[in-house]
């Protein structure tokens, strides 16, 4: 699954990535713990213009991607509401014994990437109607693998425009992208205990911490 991750580019950098002319007044700062149930930042398709903007992450936090097309809470979004969330990092846990450990993943080419996604405008209890989204998950490549046995689908720059294309209302059209990030592309290093807790959001979250 992800259930946490990084973002820490600056705007002018993620709408250069993301190919984004509209957003300009989004305001942005370093996250170094992103958690469920908060807004992320992410790039949709608006007529001919990509937008950035802000969805809550959840309720649904992770959908598998080898079934989200079947599944009634998905089937829509996948088909007519895809997003692009922009992420500078990934963490993701392993167990030994009583101790979870942190793990940060990251691209090894530098700047923001896009973790697949789809939203939906939901309502809350209070009757308040927000826009809310989900990160779509696969197998791990073998650099996640031995930490855990998902991995959230990271989408690579030439993919951004079939997975935000509105024509493409076809969800086998796309099985192809929905699949494990190249683990030569990848790095990662294990972080402090401190990102275990939402309350801690700062540098000191990513600084590389040694188990042994």
Avoid: K
């Avoid at 903007?53 to 649904?60: A, E, K, Q, R, S």
Wanted: hydrophobic share 40%; charged share 25%.
């Amino acid at each position: 699954m992800c259930g946490r991750f990084i973002r820490t580019s600056p705007l002018d950098a993620i709408r250069s990535a993301f190919s984004a002319t509209e957003g300009a007044d989004v305001i942005v700062t370093p996250r170094y713990n992103i958690c469920p149930g908060e807004d992320v930042l992410a790039v949709v398709q608006a007529g001919e213009a990509r937008r950035v903007g802000w969805l809550t992450w959840g309720p649904f936090i992770n959908a598998r991607a080898e079934s989200i097309a079947e599944r009634p809470a998905f089937r829509n979004a996948v088909r007519r509401r895809r997003c692009l969330i922009v992420a500078d990092g990934f963490y993701e846990w392993q167990h030994r014994g009583r101790q979870r450990m942190p793990f940060l993943f990251r691209l090894r080419a530098s700047g923001p990437f896009a973790l697949a996604g789809v939203w939906e405008r939901r309502v809350a209890p209070d009757g308040r109607s927000f826009p809310s989204c989900t990160i779509l998950t696969t197998t791990p490549n073998e650099i996640v693998a031995p930490v855990h046995d998902r991995m959230p689908v990271v989408l690579a720059p030439e993919s951004h425009a079939r997975w935000l294309d509105p024509e493409t209302t076809d969800p086998s059209a796309l099985r192809d992208l929905l699949r494990p990030y190249a683990a030569g592309g990848m790095s990662v290093h294990a972080v402090r205990p401190l990102v275990n807790s939402p309350r801690n959001d700062t540098p000191d979250c990513v600084t590389p911490f040694d188990y042994e």
